[in-house]
T-cell receptor, first 116, second 112 residues
Framework: GAVVSQHPSWVICKSGTSVKIECRSL??????MFWYRQFPKQSLMLMATSNEGSKATYEQGVEKDKFLINHASLTLSTLTVTSAHPEDSSFYIC????????????FGDGTRLSIL | QKEVEQNSGPLSVPEGAIASLNCTYS??????FFWYRQYSGKSPELIMS????GDKEDGRFTAQLNKASQYVSLLIRDSQPSDSATYLCAVNRSGGYQKVTFGTGTKLQVIP
């Protein structure tokens, strides 16, 4: 199997707080993990590619200081939304691929973030 | 031209019919191709992977790949209302390690 666990599944917090989302590959090692954001009725938007032991690669238009990514081990990547505001409310999804080339991405269940 | 193109739909088919979902891609050197299903409010779920030309069958699902035409499709036989979802086509671009591009998805509605 290829199970990706993502926590928490939903978060409601006040504007200005920081929120950390964890993504774990449970039964395989993932040198690369991906973070996506999806607004209602819209397609997946890749935010960044997270590489174990190195800095994340952010997509154009994504603020590095706003969305902090850490990939501390081959099974764990975290996304921290700093000083969150209502416009950051969205569905955040992580994915991970096995080490071999051409392997598909396996997605976590996603985190629904609501900023009041 | 988008890297991966899908008709957004909705594609409506009656229960029991064959649903045909199509996807075209622009990078001729693409190596691997995937179909995901995404229910509303949920994350994508991998259905099929296909790497070589031809058909690949898994239960009611058949993926078809034609690299010469840069075309990949997903057929769903005996469509069920539970198949109603958005189907995402994903393509691993050539020359890159795990550089997958997703299409915007086709919404499928299976009418009981």
């Amino acid at each position: 199997g290829a199970v990706v666990s993502q926590h928490p599944s939903w978060v409601i917090c006040k504007s200005g707080t920081s929120v950390k989302i964890e993504c774990r590959s449970l039964d395989f090692q993932a040198t690369t993990m991906f973070w996506y954001r999806q607004f209602p009725k819209q397609s997946l938007m890749l935010m960044a590619t997270s590489n174990e032991g190195s800095k994340a690669t952010y997509e154009q238009g994504v603020e590095k200081d706003k969305f902090l990514i850490n990939h501390a081990s081959l099974t764990l990547s975290t996304l921290t939304v700093t000083s969150a505001h209502p416009e950051d409310s969205s569905f955040y999804i992580c994915s991970a691929s096995k080490l071999d080339r051409d392997q598909p991405q396996h997605f976590g269940d996603g985190t629904r973030l609501s900023i009041l | 031209q988008k890297e991966v193109e899908q008709n957004s739909g909705p594609l409506s088919v009656p229960e029991g019919a064959i649903a045909s979902l199509n996807c075209t891609y622009s990078d001729r050197g693409s190596q691997s191709f995937f179909w995901y299903r995404q229910y509303s409010g949920k994350s994508p779920e991998l259905i099929m992977s296909i790497y070589s030309n031809g058909d690949k069958e898994d239960g009611r699902f058949t993926a078809q790949l034609n690299k010469a035409s840069q075309y990949v499709s997903l057929l769903i036989r005996d469509s069920q209302p539970s198949d109603s979802a958005t189907y995402l086509c994903a393509v691993n671009r050539s020359g890159g390690y795990q550089k997958v591009t997703f299409g915007t998805g086709t919404k499928l509605q299976v009418i009981p």
